[in-house]
């Protein structure tokens, strides 16, 4: 498997924007998918975005459809999460994940066995 590490978090006005990126280190990164969750205080890990080991397929909670875009960049072993018309109802902290098995996909966290430690990202209104 392998390890993850985020960055990009931070305190932003609502409407703007903020890029998460997550580095991860270990062997097969372009073989799994990879997904973004957040985590609101006193609220339950939701699915925010996902993208196929290739890259070629993206999902979105409905959530943020139109607002977040997810991209890899499988040579840089770094799968991004671009954040737009951010919202206070976004604050929370976000984890990359990689999904347990190679070449599958998935939103539910159980499909996920590595985890970041997470960063946190907090609009303001």
């Known amino acids: 498997q392998v390890q993850l590490v985020e960055s990009g978090g931070g305190l932003v006005q609502a409407g703007g924007s903020l890029r998460l990126s997550c580095a991860a280190s270990?062997?097969?990164?372009?073989?799994?998918?990879m997904g973004w969750f957040r985590q609101a205080p006193g609220k339950e890990r939701e699915f925010v975005a996902g993208i196929s080991w290739g890259g070629g397929s993206t999902y979105y909670a409905d959530s943020v459809k139109g607002r977040f875009t997810i991209s890899r960049d499988n040579a840089k072993n770094t799968v991004y999460l671009q954040m737009n018309s951010l919202k206070p109802e976004d604050t929370a902290i976000y984890h990359c994940a990689a999904h347990i098995y190679r070449y599958r996909s998935g939103t539910s966290p159980a499909d996920f066995g590595s985890w970041g430690q997470g960063t946190q990202v907090t609009v303001s209104s």
């Open positions: 270990g062997r097969g990164f372009s073989s799994y998918a």
